[in-house]
């Protein structure tokens, strides 16, 4: 980090294994992404006034030389946060995600998924459950109305253009997952 940590407390004591816990986990942050140049952290009691009963709040704000990632903790419906070393995993835990993916998008290691390959079907027995495809590198594979997702096999008709996975089966390669092409 090019600026020093920033920890601040609110409406609370500072706590020395908390800080030195935040101090840790940001340590991590910062082998993370080595070009990190600020980050701060801040936790937040409730005030005495409130009624949810001592529910704590914690957001970091991690600056970096093109984008900045703020994360916030707060008390939810579904999760409560009595205590604040659980508020400070959950954001730092939180952090760690987006960091990663922030420096796997520079590096440009976004997934990228393979499009599925495409055919035509050429035959269809529909007394035995099944059917061939033709596809466009001209290789005949076999399918199950089983494999089928968003048709029904007795709506499908010979010439009808199909996505599918292939694999490799007991009898040669065959198409599972096939999608009718222009069907949701």
């Not at 730092?92 to 796997?104: E, G, K, N, P, Y």
């Not at 998924?113 to 590198?137: F, S």
């Amino acid at each position: 980090m090019q600026v020093p940590l920033q920890i601040t407390f609110r409406n609370m004591e500072t706590s020395e294994a908390l800080e030195s816990y935040i101090r840790e986990r940001a340590a991590k942050l910062d082998n993370i992404c080595e070009n990190m140049v600020s980050c701060r952290v801040v936790v937040e009691a409730p005030h005495k006034h409130q009624h949810k009963g001592g529910l704590f709040h914690a957001s970091i704000d991690i600056t970096l030389p093109k984008e900045t990632i703020v994360i916030n903790r707060e008390p939810d419906l579904h999760k409560a946060y009595h205590d604040a070393h659980v508020v400070v995993r959950d954001v730092f835990d939180s952090a760690q995600r987006r960091l990663r993916d922030f420096v796997s998008r520079q590096k440009g290691e976004v997934k990228v998924h393979a499009e599925m390959p495409q055919g035509k079907i050429t035959e269809l027995y529909h007394n035995e459950d099944y059917g061939r495809i033709l596809t466009a590198a001209g290789d005949d594979i076999y399918f199950h109305r089983n494999s089928l997702i968003n048709a029904d096999f007795a709506g499908l008709s010979i010439g009808d253009e199909v996505r599918f996975v292939e694999e490799q089966g007991d009898n040669g390669p065959q198409a599972t997952s096939v999608r009718v092409a222009g069907k949701s």
